[in-house]
């Protein structure tokens, strides 16, 4: 009984790990698209530092940030931020599992 109860609470664990991860990148993206609103200027580049800093070491290596602005409509432009990542569900006992999230978040931007 001892070792399945471990074993529940690692799981649960890691999975609290996994959506922390997840919220983290989330957190990060919306963040950028703050900076981005300050500084419409901003290149993808910037954007995906921006990113990497503020979700820390928790997040893929191998984060994907792209941005998209979009053409003015009356008088705004929409500028939208997607991040594809990669997290992996590791439990005890179980191969790992590697789940792909992809979030995006849609500021708008001031037209020159």
Do not use: C
């Not at 799981?11 to 703050?34: D, K, M, N, P, Q």
């Not at 009356?74 to 439990?91: H, M, N, P, R």
Request: charged share 15%; glycine share 6%; no cysteine.
């Amino acid at each position: 009984m001892a070792p399945a109860l471990i074993f529940f609470i690692i799981g649960i664990l890691v999975a609290g790990w996994t959506f922390h991860s997840v919220s983290s990148v989330r957190y990060a993206l919306a963040e950028a698209g703050r900076a981005l609103q300050m500084n419409p200027e901003m290149t993808e580049a910037e954007l995906a530092a921006i990113v990497r800093t503020r979700a820390g070491t928790i997040i893929d290596p191998d984060l994907s940030v792209t941005l998209t602005i979009g053409p003015p409509n009356g008088g705004i432009k929409l500028a939208e931020a997607t991040a594809d990542y990669v997290v992996t569900f590791q439990a005890p006992f179980l191969p790992p599992l590697d789940f792909d999230f992809e979030t995006s978040v849609t500021v708008p931007l001031a037209s020159s």
